[in-house]
């Protein structure tokens, strides 16, 4: 076993993580509802509040009462924006809802989905999970005269819808699903109808429910289960599903890729609780946190992990090991995204904000602490100085997907490659810039065994630079060249 290294241990030489925010940040929550006979605002709500996770910038809901569309966004969380008479202010039984954390275009309320534009067929308003890579293009394409109001992709998508050849809704969306390159799950509301499509490689999540008298949509299926909808089947990638009085349909829009998930749903984004390809995501998680008990034993005293988004990973390495699971950190599961800005000293404590250590659990013990990701490293370096300052003897971190040398493209904030630490440290320096006794990854082909699928199935460009064929041609120029990544 390696010897512990002095708490005085100073950052590698060279690697300073940039301050910010240190965490993985997806893009968006989604969800849609068509019932008729409810008011179906209210469910939205409550919908979207268990995609809070996906999101906590922005939010908004659009019904339609079956004449018109009314809609209100606004900055911050959903609980934040919406009270009683705002819900009772939006009438209808058809409605869509997103939650936001932004990845292209700022953090405005012009910013703020759903988006509200009409078409010479109606009014619709769009509320978009995922990054295109090929918006500048699109946005070439668009008329003069409707230069987009927000610089967001999802505008650029609904400006295109709104300005497609003649025809259907559906022939609309159709004809937008084959321009567009990139991720994207989107729901969609017109005055009487409901849509929900999915990009062809299937890069974020989208499903379906039955609802009362309806039918509902939405990221993940812990949203559905909230609002009391039976989860019926996740929506295909490049499928369009149509609802409205005469049911639900669907139809595939041609392509030629095959799917590529985001495979970080499976490690960090979604909830636990949420189920993709027929499993709850817990059990990928514990499996990614036996898989690496495997791979990189270490001996200690007790395992935990960083709660909550570690914690089945915790218990998988536990019992795979046989040492013993403890909680050794509290974390203030209030805190949220709030519009009080910390003062300095508050800020430079960093993790204490959100997380208090146990001592009793932790002291004069060896401790290997399970993490989802690491991105900068400033987070996992605080939380490492956390628990020795608690009296922890020895800490070893375990990480349970392999490093990330590559940014996100596809809707998901990563950080850049100046920023990632493992894009320009390699692993044992990491461990010195953490402060941290060992470290190990995950290897690729562990956590592709955690989710018990195909590697074929999934996107895993954050480790490995190659994104899904279709979309890493787009991506020419933004993405490293592997030798100037440490390896
Ligand atoms: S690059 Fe990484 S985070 Fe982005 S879609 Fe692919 S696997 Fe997910």
Redesign the pocket.
């Known amino acids: 076993m390696k010897r512990p290294v002095p708490a005085s241990v100073t950052p590698y030489e060279g690697w300073q993580a940039k301050a910010g925010d240190d965490a ?1 940040h997806d893009a968006c929550g989604v969800c849609g509802i068509f019932a008729p006979g409810e008011d179906v605002a209210r469910s939205t709500f409550f919908a979207l509040y268990s995609l809070q996770h996906r999101g906590q910038e922005s939010a908004g809901i659009a019904v339609s009462d079956g004449h018109s569309l009314r809609c209100h966004k606004d900055m911050g969380l959903i609980s934040q924006i919406f009270t009683e008479e705002m819900l009772e202010s939006l009438p209808g039984h058809l409605s869509v809802g997103h939650t936001r954390y932004s990845t292209t275009g700022s953090s405005i309320v012009y910013n703020a989905q759903p988006l509200m534009t009409h078409t010479e067929i109606g009014q619709f308003a769009l509320a978009h999970n995922g990054n295109l890579v090929n918006t500048a293009e699109l946005r070439d394409q668009l008329n003069d005269t409707l230069v987009p109001t927000s610089n967001s992709d999802s505008e650029v998508m609904a400006r295109l819808i709104s300005q497609a050849a003649h025809g259907t809704m559906e022939q609309r969306i159709e004809e937008v699903m084959r321009r567009c390159i990139g ?1 994207f799950s989107i729901v969609l509301a017109t005055e009487s109808q409901l849509f929900g499509f999915r990009d062809p490689w299937g ?1 974020r999540p989208l499903c379906i429910g039955k609802y009362a008298s309806g039918y509902a949509l939405a990221s993940e299926s812990c949203a559905l289960a909230t609002i009391g909808a039976e989860f019926i089947r996740e929506v295909k990638p490049g499928e369009i599903v149509i609802v409205d009085k005469d049911g639900l349909r669907s139809r595939m829009v041609e392509t030629h890729t095959r799917p590529a998930n ?4 499976y490690i960090y984004f979604s909830r636990p609780d949420s189920q993709v390809a027929g499993r709850e995501l817990y059990l990928a998680r514990y499996h990614m946190g036996r898989n690496i008990a495997k791979e990189a034993p270490v001996e200690a005293d007790v395992v935990m992990g960083v709660p909550d988004s570690a914690t089945a990973a915790a218990i998988g390495y536990s019992d795979e090991s046989g040492i013993p699971y403890i909680e050794g950190l509290m974390k203030n599961r209030y805190i949220g995204r709030t519009f009080i800005n910390p003062d300095h000293r508050m800020r430079v404590q960093g993790v204490k904000l959100k997380f208090n250590p146990l001592h009793a659990n932790l002291a004069g013990k060896r401790v290997i602490l399970i993490d989802d990701s690491i991105v900068r490293g400033t987070t996992t370096k605080q939380l490492v100085a956390l628990l020795r300052k608690a009296g922890a003897k020895e800490v070893h971190v375990r990480v349970t997907c392999p490093p990330m040398r ?1 940014p ?5 904030d ?1 950080a850049t490659y100046d920023e990632l630490i493992a894009a320009n440290l390699r692993v044992p320096e990491i461990q010195r810039a953490i402060n941290a006794d060992s470290l190990a990854y995950l290897s690729e082909d562990g956590l592709v065994a955690s989710t018990a699928r195909e590697r074929k199935e ?6 490995t630079g190659r ?1 899904p064929d279709g979309i890493h041609e787009e991506l020419t120029g933004r993405v490293r060249e592997p030798e100037k990544v440490k390896a």
Not at 262 to 265: A, D
Not at 408 to 412: D, E, T
Not at 458 to 463: I, K, L, N, P
Request: negative net charge; contains cysteine.
């Open positions: 993985v991720a890069v985001c495979i970080f749903e590559h996100c493209f596809l809707g998901v990563t999934f996107c895993m460009g954050c480790f994104y």
